[in-house]
C-alpha cells in the first residue's frame, strides 16, 4: 500500500524528469550534428531561461495560490548580481564553469534575499496585495537598476546612485553603467549548465510539494482558515514557498544575462513578467511539465514566426487564443478524458 | 448505544464553582478550558458578553441557542479566528490571550468548522497528514533533500493517518479527493483532522448539520468513542436537539449573545427561559389575532 502510494505520488514527477531529460538529449545530439539551425541555437540558453522562471512562477501562482506580478524582478535582480559576479571572479577563476555556478548561486541568493524583504510585509496580508507589491516591485527594481552604478578596482567594490561618483582607478571602466546596464559580457552560459539548472529547480520543487512543507503550503491555497485551525503558520509557509520562487527565479536570471553579451534593467519590465505569467496560467497553474512546455514553445515561436514579419505578434496573439479555445473545448476535454481512464484502466489489468 | 445512554445517565453533574458545573468525574482535575466574562463587539454591536463557561477534562459539552444567538462567535474566540474585546481564556489553567489561532492549535484546542472547511484538492490522506503537522519531525530541508528522517517520519505519519482514519472507516478513501467525498463523509474527515492535531478540547460546529436521523444515530455513538478512546473534552455546536439532549453532559443556552441558562440536559428541557427563547412568550394577544386571522 505504501509503495504504491509513492509511486503513484511521483509518477508525474518522473514523467516530468524524463521528458526534459529526452529533449535535453534530443537537442544537444541535434546541436551537436549541426542539423539545427543557428536560430534555434542561439535559443536554447533562453528557453533554459524562461522554463526556470515559468516552472518557479508556478510554485507562487499554482502551488502557493499568490499571484505574482514582478516576478521579472527578480529575474532582474538576479541577473545583474549574477553577471557582476562572473565580471569580478574573472582573473581569479579561471573555470568558466565555476564561474558560471559562482554567479547563478549569488543571483539565486540576492534574489532570494529581496524576496524575503517583499515578502515580510505583504505575506502577513490576505487577498491580492502580493499581485499589486510584487508589480511596484518590478518598476522599482528596474528603476533602481537604471540608475546603478558599480566598478571594481584595486580599492575594492565602488556603489552609486549618480554618475560619474565612483571614484574608480584610471582606466577601470565600471561593471554596471546605469541606463547602460552591463557591457562586455562574457558569453560563460551554456545549454548543459541550462538543463542542470532545470533539472534541479524541478527536483526541489516536486520533493517540496510531496513534503510536509508543500502540504502545508496547498493547504494555505486551498483554505487557509482550516490550515490555521490545524496549526499551520500561514506567514511561514508562504514565505518559504515565495523565497524559494524568487532565489530560482534570480539564479534563472544569471543564465539568461550570461547569454548575452549586454544587459539592460529595461529588457525584465512588466513585459516580461507577463510574459512568464503567460507560460504559466497556459500550461496550468500547478502543473510543472504543462509550464516546461509552454514556455519552451511560446519562446520559440516568435522567432519562428519572424516569416510573418509585421504581423508577427498579431498570429502570436492568435495562437494563445487558439490554444486557450482547445484546451477548454468540451469534446477534446472528453477525449482526453477518456484516453487517461483508459490507461488507468489498462494499468489496472 | 442503550450501556452509553445508561452511562450516562448515571453521571452526575456537580457545581464546582458558583456559577459552573462539571461532571463528578472532572470535579478533582482543574478545568480544561474557563472563559470568565468573554465578550466581542463588532462596532457598536455586541455579539457575545459576559460568557462564563467551565469545561471538565472528559467532558461532553453542549452550547445551544437559537440561530444568530452567537454560538459560532463564541467558538471564533475560543480559536482566536477573533480577539476577545474582554474577559479571559484560560486553558488548562494558562491564559490565551497573547496566542495566535494556530498557537492556539498547538496548545490544544482542534475544530471543525459549520460549513466545512477541508483541502480539496488534496487527498484525504493528505488532509489527515495536515492535521499531524505538528507531530512530524523534519523541516523543508529534510524534505527536498529527501534525508533519512523524511522516509522515517513520512511512513510514521502515513501509518498514524491510517490509524486515525480506522476511527471513522475511512482507510478506504485515503486515496480519494477530499472534495470528492460525499457530504457526510467530508463531515467525518474534518473531525478525524482535527483529531490529528492531538487536541485536549475538541470543538464541533454543527457536526449533524444535514445528516439523516440514522447517521446522526451513528455520529452520536462516534462522538461518545472518540471521547473515551482519547479521554478528551468535547465541546458542541447543535440544533439537533436528539444529539445534544442524548450526549451532552453539561449544556450552556446562549441567546442574543448571553447566557441565559446553564445545566444538565433535564434541567434545560423544563428551563421556562429556554422554552421561550427557542419558541416564544405565550401571548395571549398574539393567540387572538391568530384565531381571527384564521
Not at chain 2, 452511562?7 to 461532571?23: F, L, N
Not at chain 2, 470535579?27 to 469545561?55: Q, R, W, Y
Amino acid at each position: 500500500m505504501n509503495k504504491l502510494n509513492l509511486s503513484k505520488a511521483s509518477r508525474r514527477s518522473f514523467m516530468t524528469y524524463a521528458v526534459v531529460i529526452i529533449a535535453f538529449i534530443v537537442l544537444q545530439s541535434l546541436a551537436a550534428a549541426g542539423a539545427m539551425s543557428s536560430m534555434l541555437k542561439g535559443l536554447l540558453v533562453p528557453i533554459c531561461a524562461y522554463v526556470v522562471m515559468a516552472i518557479s512562477l508556478n510554485l507562487t501562482v499554482g502551488i502557493l495560490g499568490e499571484l505574482s506580478l514582478g516576478h521579472a524582478g527578480f529575474m532582474s535582480v538576479g541577473a545583474f548580481m549574477g553577471v557582476t559576479t562572473a565580471v569580478s571572479l574573472q582573473n581569479v577563476v579561471a573555470s568558466k564553469e565555476l564561474r558560471l555556478i559562482a554567479a547563478l548561486l549569488v543571483g539565486a541568493l540576492f534574489a532570494a534575499v529581496v524576496g524575503f524583504l517583499v515578502g515580510i510585509p505583504v505575506l502577513r496580508l490576505n487577498g491580492d496585495y502580493l499581485a499589486i507589491v510584487t508589480l511596484a516591485f518590478g518598476e522599482i527594481i528596474k528603476s533602481i537598476f537604471n540608475n546603478l552604478y558599480l566598478g571594481l578596482d584595486s580599492h575594492g567594490l565602488h556603489v552609486s546612485l549618480l554618475n560619474n561618483t565612483l571614484n574608480l582607478d584610471e582606466g577601470v571602466k565600471p561593471i554596471i553603467g546605469g541606463p547602460m546596464g552591463i557591457g562586455g559580457i562574457q558569453k560563460i552560459a551554456n545549454f548543459a549548465t541550462g538543463f542542470a539548472l532545470i533539472m534541479v529547480c524541478l527536483i526541489i520543487i516536486f520533493n517540496l510539494v510531496n513534503s510536509r512543507a508543500g502540504r502545508a503550503i496547498m493547504a494555505i491555497r486551498d483554505n487557509r482558515i482550516a490550515a490555521e485551525s490545524v496549526g499551520i503558520p500561514i506567514t511561514k509557509y508562504k514565505m518559504m514557498a515565495f523565497v524559494t520562487s524568487a532565489a530560482m527565479a534570480g539564479a534563472a536570471g544569471a543564465l539568461f544575462a550570461l547569454n548575452f553579451s549586454t544587459i539592460v534593467a529595461n529588457k525584465f519590465d512588466f513585459n516580461t513578467s507577463i510574459l512568464v505569467l503567460v507560460f504559466v496560467v497556459l500550461g496550468g497553474l500547478g502543473n510543472m511539465m504543462g509550464s516546461i512546455v509552454a514556455a519552451a514553445a511560446l519562446t520559440v515561436l516568435p522567432e519562428a514566426l519572424r516569416q510573418f514579419a509585421d504581423f508577427r505578434m498579431l498570429v502570436y496573439a492568435i495562437v494563445l487564443i487558439l490554444v486557450m479555445l482547445i484546451r477548454n473545448n468540451p469534446t477534446i476535454r472528453t477525449f482526453t478524458a477518456q484516453l487517461r481512464r483508459g490507461r488507468k484502466g489498462g494499468a489496472k489489468s | 448505544m442503550s450501556e452509553l445512554k445508561k452511562k450516562r445517565v448515571a453521571t452526575k453533574m456537580v457545581p464546582v464553582q458558583s456559577r459552573a458545573i462539571v461532571p463528578d468525574r472532572d470535579a478533582d482535575k482543574s478545568p480544561i478550558l474557563e472563559c470568565h466574562h468573554l465578550g466581542i463587539d463588532f462596532g457598536g454591536l455586541t455579539a457575545v458578553n459576559d460568557f462564563n463557561l467551565m469545561i471538565g477534562r472528559s467532558e461532553i459539552a453542549g452550547l445551544i441557542g437559537p440561530n444568530g444567538a452567537g454560538k459560532t462567535t463564541v467558538f471564533n474566540l475560543l480559536t482566536k479566528v477573533y480577539q476577545p474585546t474582554r474577559g479571559t481564556i484560560l486553558l488548562d489553567g494558562a491564559d490565551t490571550s497573547k496566542m495566535s489561532t494556530e498557537q492556539i492549535n498547538r496548545a490544544g484546542i482542534a475544530r471543525t468548522f459549520q460549513n466545512i472547511r477541508l483541502f480539496n484538492n488534496l487527498s484525504v490522506e493528505d488532509n489527515v497528514k495536515l492535521g499531524l503537522h505538528n507531530h512530524i519531525g523534519y523541516g523543508m530541508w529534510g524534505g527536498v533533500l529527501r534525508l533519512p528522517r523524511y522516509w522515517k517520519e513520512e511512513k510514521h505519519a502515513h501509518e498514524s493517518a491510517m490509524e486515525l482514519l480506522k476511527i471513522f472507516e475511512m482507510q478506504d478513501l485515503a486515496k480519494a479527493k477530499a472534495g470528492s467525498l460525499p457530504y457526510g463523509a467530508q463531515r467525518r474527515l474534518e473531525i478525524v483532522r482535527a483529531l490529528a492535531t492531538n487536541p485536549s478540547l475538541l470543538l464541533l460546529d454543527e457536526p449533524a448539520a444535514g445528516m439523516n436521523p440514522s447517521e446522526t444515530a451513528e455520529l452520536m455513538d462516534n462522538i461518545v468513542r472518540i471521547r473515551d478512546l482519547f479521554q478528551i473534552a468535547i465541546m458542541l455546536i447543535e440544533h439537533d436537539m436528539n444529539l445534544v439532549m442524548g450526549i451532552c453532559e453539561g449544556i450552556c443556552v446562549l441567546n442574543f449573545g448571553q447566557v441565559i441558562a446553564k445545566g444538565t440536559p433535564d434541567e434545560i428541557k423544563s428551563n421556562p427561559v429556554v422554552i421561550e427563547a427557542y419558541l416564544g412568550k405565550k401571548d395571549k394577544k398574539k393567540k387572538k389575532e391568530a384565531k381571527t386571522d384564521g
